[in-house]
Structures are given as structure tokens and as C-alpha cells.
């Protein structure tokens, strides 16, 4: 059920998402596809974790349902932190590249005070050293919906190799840190979608090779 309504609130999300500014003949008309070539992770569990691409080929949602960090009381020993590495095969038209210029990624918090929460998130292409790394602190007391935008400036995007199939790998991570919180409570993150919003919104850009 709940990947169905993430599926349905795709048409709407995908039209109301402002991509960052692009010129039109820069994106490929051909459409874009993405298969997921392996996913691993305590925070993307087989079977919790979809990719989905817009129908402009300007951006992908990443939907997770069972991603949630947690520390303090009732937490197991490994709950403090929670990851996610998608190995992920962009199926880009012939003489263009990309790399991600912009993500968001959202959930909901609860932090008590003197709790820490950390989100993260880096991405590299196969082979290469360079990595695109954001990172967010967030200090208790916290109980919201939290969302993140993370911007790179296109002279510092990192660029898929021209004519070579290289996966992307996007691993990101959540972080809580119980600290000077009252032991007898419970702080958690949380990253997924809730009431039909999908939470993490991936900017392609774009350049012809």
C-alpha cells in the first residue's frame, strides 16, 4: 500500500519539483532510465528502496520505506546509525553526460534535548576518486518534519566519464547521537515518505560531451 501511494504522488511531486536552471537543448529529449544494480545497507533492507525517474529527464526520486536511526531507550546496540548504498546505472542517450547538482532529502525527527541527529550523503562514479559529500546537523530538541536541500555549483559537479558505462553509487546515512539526553528517552530520524509526499529528490545536470 504504501509503495502504491508513493506511486501515485509521483505525477504531482515530479510537476511541482523546480529543477535547477538548465537550458532546454541541454537535456535529453531520449528518455532517461535508471537500473538499480545492487542496494545495500541497514537502512534499505531488500524490497525498501525504488528509484524513479521524472518523465523530463531532469531529476530521480530515491523512495524509502523502512529507513530510521535511533538511540537512547529501546534502542538496540546498532540502531544509532542506519546507511544506504544504491549502485545505480544511469542509462544516459548517446553524447551526453551528467552528474547530480542538487538533492533534497526529508523525514521527520524526534531529538530530545541534548540529542543529535546527522544526515549525510555522498556520490561517486565507478573508478573515480572524486565524490560530491553533504552533510546536516540537526540538535535536540527536534520534533518535526525535517527537509534539506544540498546544492553544488556546477563548476564543482562531479561529471560522469563521456562515452563509459560508470555506475553511480549514492550512499547516505543517518546518524543519532543521544549525548547529554536523558537516558531514559528515546530520540529517532527518520527518512522516508509519509501522507503521499516522497522524501528524497535527486537534480540531474546535464551537458553534451
Not at 523530463?56 to 546496540?77: E, M
Request: proline content about 3%.
Amino acid at each position: 500500500m504504501r509503495k502504491a501511494t508513493a506511486a501515485a504522488a509521483l505525477a504531482v511531486l515530479f510537476t511541482l519539483s523546480s529543477a535547477p536552471a538548465q537550458a532546454a537543448e541541454s537535456i535529453p529529449s531520449e528518455r532517461v532510465t535508471i537500473d538499480v544494480v545492487t542496494v545495500n545497507g541497514s537502512g534499505c533492507k531488500q524490497g525498501t528502496a525504488e528509484v524513479i525517474v521524472s518523465p523530463d529527464n531532469t531529476s530521480f526520486w530515491v523512495i524509502y520505506s523502512d529507513y530510521l536511526a535511533q538511540a537512547g531507550k529501546g534502542a538496540g546496540a546498532t540502531d544509532f546509525r542506519k546507511n544506504c548504498q544504491l549502485t545505480l546505472q544511469v542509462n544516459t542517450p548517446q553524447g551526453f553526460t551528467y552528474g547530480i547538482a542538487e538533492a533534497t532529502y526529508a523525514g521527520f525527527g524526534h531529538l530530545e534535548r541534548g540529542a543529535i541527529g546527522y544526515q549525510s550523503v555522498n556520490y561517486y562514479f565507478q573508478g573515480q576518486s572524486a565524490t560530491t559529500t553533504w552533510k546536516h546537523t540537526f540538535n535536540g530538541p527536534f520534533d518535526d518534519n525535517w527537509s534539506i536541500t544540498h546544492r553544488t555549483e556546477f563548476s564543482e559537479i562531479v561529471w560522469a566519464p563521456c562515452g563509459e558505462k560508470r555506475n553511480l553509487n549514492v550512499n547516505s546515512a543517518l546518524r543519532v547521537d543521544k549525548s547529554s539526553s536523558d537516558a531514559n528517552t528515546n530520540s529517532f530520524m527518520t527518512m522516508d515518505y509519509q501522507r503521499g509526499e516522497v522524501r528524497t529528490l535527486h537534480h540531474f545536470s546535464w551537458k553534451r560531451c
